[in-house]
């Protein structure tokens, strides 16, 4: 109905569109004035949403070159002194969600506080205006438009994007970092080759992630049924686990859980030791509601860890158990505080205690839910054994993003403004660090500005006229 619908809409528009001149040209320098036919022509289609106005350019065959949007976009005075405003439709550099212009959408863009995307105006003043631009490839857009509904008979549609993007600046070419750091007496860069992608490693059973299983030192008939029932689920279920805030491999004793995962090298970490409590009341055919208590583990490497694992939270919820489990609690997570949300330079903890004490209790406090089902049954001394995936999701983030979208739409575009801050001083680190013969790429921010001011001085030393760097850069950051 939808498809039905827009292309009724678009075969009435290109007729209306269509009523011009009989003694229309193909040329635009050969084109008789406009009537007020040509005016309504035009005025229908400036007045389109950008996704249509590019839907009759494909229908027409008419190109128009980037740099006509580009005219619009900056006409429609979006953004303020110091931006840079043209179009773009699509994602630039990487896709990411997070960011406005790393994500397809509205095609003006707003770039040099942040990055922001805009709609066209609709103002056919202003698309008259930037169709007249000198020397714009292929002549008046609007002219071309007009000329193709005439012959629309004998047009060719085009399938790909109407619009002729101009190429992107040709990329740096990679740092030679090896000379570099030698030259500076750092250490050389570490690099890892790692063929199986992160999220995949729990799916991966290595010779290393066996000795690690038996290296966990649970009894023997226990620890035999989990190796084989581990290799089994894993090798038989590449895409166990593909949601979720957590996931790991539940391992239910009956009367307890033990959860798997894997660590950044693949290799098997318990992540989670679950006790389960008689059940709240006794349960039906379906099933019976009980409450449950778990320790959350990481790997360590402390003197104090038991097993290569120590604690780092806590878990207490519960569980409603029958053909699948699923779990709603409340999750402290000791390794995380409010020192994780600054960043140590522009923004600081309080110097409160009490303050800092709230931030931190609710940097740790988070609601879960999620469930977990049995693949594989085993028994050990009498007692059944399952395995199969358990996945969890997070709450808190969830209920602020829904509870406050204007406040999350707010930091979106703080967050935009940041990265785009943070990208401009890195060029103009790189800038003025390549003055010196440093290639600031190889370092990290605060290493290349110690790099740079160390040459500055020798240079200054032989020749009191050099300029010292970093002086466009806002404060004494830079110096120190």
Known sequence: MTNVFTYNIYAGLIATLSVVPANAQDSAGDRAPRNAHDTHAISRWTQLPHDRQILVLQSLGVTVPQAFYDCVCRAAGYGQSGTSQFYHPDTIGDYDARYSCQHPGPPCIVSGYGCSRHDLPSDTDTFESCAKIKDLDGGNPLDNIITALADRANRKGLTGNPVVMQDPPPADAPPDCTDQRALAGVDQQQTFVNPVPPERKIFAVSDR???????????????????????HVLANAPNLIPVGDEKDLRLDLDFAEIGLTADENGDPVISEFVMKLPEMADADEWGGVGFEVAIAFERSDDDTAIAGHKPKGYKFGFTYEGKVELKYGIDIDLTRSASDFYDGEWQQESEYKVVRFIENSLADFDFYYGGAVDVLSTTVNGRKVSVGPEVTWKLKDRVAHWAFPDMNEALDNL??????????????????????????????????????????QKRLALDPSTQRPFANLTGNRASR
């Open 209 to 231: 992630m066996m000795e690690q299983l038996v290296a966990l030192e649970l009894p023997p008939n226990l620890q035999q049924a989990l190796i084989k029932t581990v290799t």
């Open 415 to 456: 967050l935009d403004h940041q990265k785009m801050w943070e990208e401009k001083r890195a060029g103009m680190i790189r800038k003025d660090a390549a003055k010196f013969g440093i290639d600031a790429r190889c370092f990290s921010t605060m290493t290349a500005i110690r790099l740079t001011q160390e040459a500055y």
